[in-house]
């Protein structure tokens, strides 16, 4: 063993970190998260594919997760890092519930700290690669959001990520309005859904539809669409296309 090999071990002995690796890209990803506000709260959609790579391996992957008492979050992006993130909120809630208040975090704080979150991770070059969304109600107050993988937040009567941000959000500039009801959302968050399962090649036809209101948060058993693949343009892409064969 020569000296700088001698040196390189010793430091890596003394400081772990510094053999340490950065997440240079996922391996196991979900695809977009779509979500609205309604008459009573919040709907969001996500279909429950896992990519490995190009291919589809695991397709019973849950997307959304309650967050305390007010909130429901969803993920795009890397499984394992949407793992982690739970993990920090599940320190942040179990903090929040030690002080026994009678106070908890609602949807806003809890998206101020994912914000922090995110951004603090890009900073170090070691993001968390993950398109998040945000969804909750409390004191009657409906709140949606989402967060970029590097910190980038905003607010909306309705979010979406990936694909979803592409061809989701048109539709639901078109059609969304303020007092939807429940089953007037569910139809329109399928319609979204439906839309991505065509066009995106991450998208599986297995989904699950989150209802967040004032008294909790229900997540609805994993279902399919009813889907046509009889269009023209699906079954002979090319005809009319300048230069194909």
Same mark, same amino acid.
């Given at each position: 063993?020569? +000296?700088?090999?001698?040196?390189?071990?010793?430091?890596?002995?003394?400081?772990?970190?510094?053999?340490?690796?950065?997440?240079? @890209?996922?391996?196991?990803?979900?695809?977009?998260?779509?979500? $609205?506000?309604?008459?009573?709260?919040?709907? +969001?959609?996500?279909? +429950?594919?896992?990519? %490995?790579?190009?291919?589809?391996? @695991?397709?019973?992957?849950?997307?959304?997760k309650s967050?305390?008492?007010?909130?429901?979050?969803?993920?795009?992006?890397?499984?394992?890092?949407?793992?982690?993130?739970?993990? @920090?909120?599940d320190e942040l809630i179990l903090h929040d519930n030690m002080w026994d208040d009678g106070n908890s975090l609602g949807p806003k704080e809890v998206h101020n700290y994912l914000t922090r979150l995110m951004y603090n991770r890009r900073n170090k070059f070691n993001p968390l690669w993950n398109s998040l969304v945000l969804g909750g109600v409390k004191n009657g107050q409906k709140y949606l959001g989402s967060v970029s993988m590097i910190g980038v937040h905003f607010e909306d009567n309705?979010?979406?990520?990936?694909?979803?941000?592409?061809?989701?959000?048109? $539709?639901?500039?078109?059609?969304?309005k303020e007092d939807l009801s429940f089953e007037e959302g569910v139809k329109l968050l399928e319609k979204c859904m439906r839309v991505l399962l065509y066009r995106d090649r991450s998208?599986?036809?297995?989904?699950?539809?989150?209802?967040?209101?004032?008294?909790? +948060?229900?997540?609805?058993?994993? %279902?399919?669409l009813k889907t046509f693949w009889g269009f023209g343009a699906f079954q002979n892409p090319t005809v009319g296309a300048e230069g194909s064969w």
């Open positions: 063993m020569n +000296m700088s090999e001698s040196v390189q071990l010793t430091n890596t002995l003394i400081n772990p970190e510094a053999a340490s690796q950065r997440t240079l @890209y996922p391996y196991v990803t979900g695809t977009s998260v779509v979500a $609205i506000k309604y008459k009573d709260g919040i709907l +969001m959609a996500a279909d +429950m594919g896992g990519s %490995y790579g190009s291919t589809l391996r @695991y397709k019973s992957v849950e997307r959304m967050v305390g008492k007010h909130s429901v979050l969803g993920a795009s992006g890397e499984i394992s890092d949407f793992q982690e993130i739970l993990r @920090y909120l309705h979010v979406a990520t990936g694909f979803g941000n592409h061809l989701a959000r048109p $539709i639901l500039r078109d059609e969304w998208a599986v036809n297995k989904l699950q539809i989150a209802k967040l209101t004032e008294e909790g +948060m229900t997540m609805s058993q994993p %279902y399919s």
